[in-house]
Every structure is written in C-alpha cells, then in structure tokens.
C-alpha cells in the first residue's frame, strides 16, 4: 500500500513537473524551459534580466517524458537568453530528425521562419571541419561591406555564414565543393537570405524563397 502511494505521488509529481517545463533541440543543443504557466510565458520572461548566453539546463530524467515546446515559447525563452545580435532577424525551422535550426530569416508570431528551410549537405568530415573553422576565423572579422558575407560564431555552437549564394560561394572556396556545389543551383541563387549551419558534424543549407522578378518595362504581369 505505501509503495504504491509513492508510486502514485512520483507519477502525480513527474506530471506536474512536466506542465512546467518543455524540452526541444535548437541547433543540436537541448534547451530545457521552465514556465508556470506557457500562456504567460511570453509575458513573464519580459522582466527577465537578458542572460546573454545559450541555455544550459539539462531535461532531468526525474521529471518523466519531456513535451516538445511550442514555438512561440521556445523563440521567446531564447529572446531572453542569446544576444540581440543572434536572435533579432532569425527565425525557428523544424527538422524531423534533429529539432529546430535558429538561423537568419523572417519569422512568424510563432517563431517559425516564414519561408527559409534548411536541407543536410552531404559533406566529408574534413570539408565540415575546414568550413567549421573558415566561419570561425570569418566571425572575428569586422565587416564594413554591406553586400559581404556575414559570419557568426552562434551562441548554440554553430557556424553559420549568411548573404546571397554567389557571395557564400566565394567565401566558402576550397573549403568543401559539396557545399559549393549546394549554393550553385538556380534554387540557391536566387534564393532569399541563403545561409551555411555547420553544427554537430554537419553542415546544412538553409534559404527562403526565391527572389521575385521584377518585369521589364511596360509589361505588366499576369494575375
């Protein structure tokens, strides 16, 4: 009888502990949020002190099964937590199989990118490694150029080299022709807001949609 209250009591615990906290993966890290309340989170994580830094908390096997964060919540809690400089003008695409990738691009009220998806670039290990570093190097740089290449060191742990295809390509250079090859289709090129993720041993390429064509003079388009 008192094994199955305490049964009963870590199964009531673990379940009101998971209605305050969610777990999701953003750019291969874990990201544990604890909350009150996710329908005032948004509100409640304004009057935060800005960490400045990647969220560390760790999900505690204690707590049971952990529920996937919503969007809303996760861009949120992050917005708290990493530099202005690396959350304002990023946005959360979702992959099935490794989470969320925070990387540049518009977003929705929920966080979400409202075009840019990111697809795996299958690349040797030592071409992940020498991009790896090529971004790293790139990141420490001053950039005055508004057209150049703009290289982060993100808080999350990824390399993530942003701007127009053809500029990434000649950054990127013999760092990895798989990558090179990616940025070179006319997708890529006429992308919007192409960038190159190195995270986790992998590198991917993300990008929105293409660019729209303007008509030459005196044609008007067609509904």
């Known amino acids: 009888m008192i094994r199955s209250s305490l ?6 615990s673990a379940t009101a502990a998971n209605a305050e906290r969610c777990r999701a993966f953003v750019n291969g890290s874990e990201v544990v949020i604890e909350a009150e ?3 005032t989170f948004a509100d409640t994580v304004k009057t935060r002190e800005k960490l400045l830094n990647w969220p560390s908390a ?3 096997r204690a707590w049971g099964s952990p529920p996937a964060c919503l969007s809303g919540v996760l861009y949120d809690y992050l917005a708290t937590t990493v530099p202005d400089n690396q959350i304002d003008g990023y946005c959360l695409t979702k992959d099935d199989q490794t989470g969320y990738f ?3 691009g518009e977003r929705n009220f929920r966080g979400l990118c409202r075009s840019t998806v990111c697809e795996r670039v299958n690349t040797t290990k030592a071409e992940t490694v ?4 090529s971004i790293a190097s790139s990141a420490v740089a001053t950039v005055t150029d508004p057209a150049a290449a703009v290289a982060v060191a993100h808080k999350s742990g990824a390399m993530i080299l942003s701007g127009s295809a053809s500029t990434l390509i ?3 250079g013999n760092t990895s022709s798989a990558v090179v090859t990616a940025l070179s289709t006319p997708a890529a090129l006429t992308a919007v807001g192409v960038s190159v993720l190195a995270v986790g041993g ?3 390429m993300c990008s929105g949609d293409a660019e729209p064509q303007t008509p030459p003079e005196g ?3 067609e509904e």
């Open 37 to 39: 309340n996710f329908a």
């Open 202 to 204: 992998a590198v991917y």
């Open 7 to 12: 049964v009963l009591l870590f199964l009531i």
């Open 130 to 133: 020498a991009l790896s570093k």
């Open 58 to 60: 760790k999900w505690n």
């Open 102 to 104: 925070l990387v540049p």
């Open 170 to 172: 000649a950054n990127v």
């Open 219 to 221: 044609i008007v388009p």
